[in-house]
């Protein structure tokens, strides 16, 4: 008899049972309470360009909201350099982003 076996993936000790349907890391890690910031996608902005949800997917520097689950992935958040780097890259992005506002400002 076939038993169906769930695709899982591993986001810092969390093992999540992943579906076709899953879309960007960001929306996995929801699933067990782990907060990935991510104002870029959550602004409906071109995704990844904000740099805050900066992960490491099986040992390589990633952007959450760009990566589509995949079974096996190994998935760290939670480390002091990426919570540094993610602190700095939203620092930098509101900073951006009120660049934008006051230009759009003074045009008008």
Same mark, same amino acid.
């Given at each position: 008899?076939?038993?169906?076996? @769930?695709?899982i993936i591993e986001i810092d000790t969390?093992?999540?049972a992943i579906s076709p349907d899953d879309q960007?890391?960001?929306d996995i890690a929801r699933k067990v309470r782990v907060n990935i910031a991510a @104002?870029?996608?959550k602004n409906r902005r071109i995704k990844g360009c904000c740099h805050v949800c900066k992960v490491e997917v099986d040992g390589q520097p990633r952007y959450a909201c760009k990566v589509k689950p995949m079974p096996g992935m190994k998935v760290i958040v939670r480390r002091a350099d990426?919570?540094?780097a993610r602190k700095e890259a939203a620092k930098a992005y509101k900073q951006k982003i009120k660049a934008q506002e006051s230009a759009a400002n003074e045009q008008n």
């Open positions: 008899m076939f038993t169906f076996k @769930p695709a969390h093992k999540i960007n890391l960001v @104002p870029c996608l990426l919570d540094a």
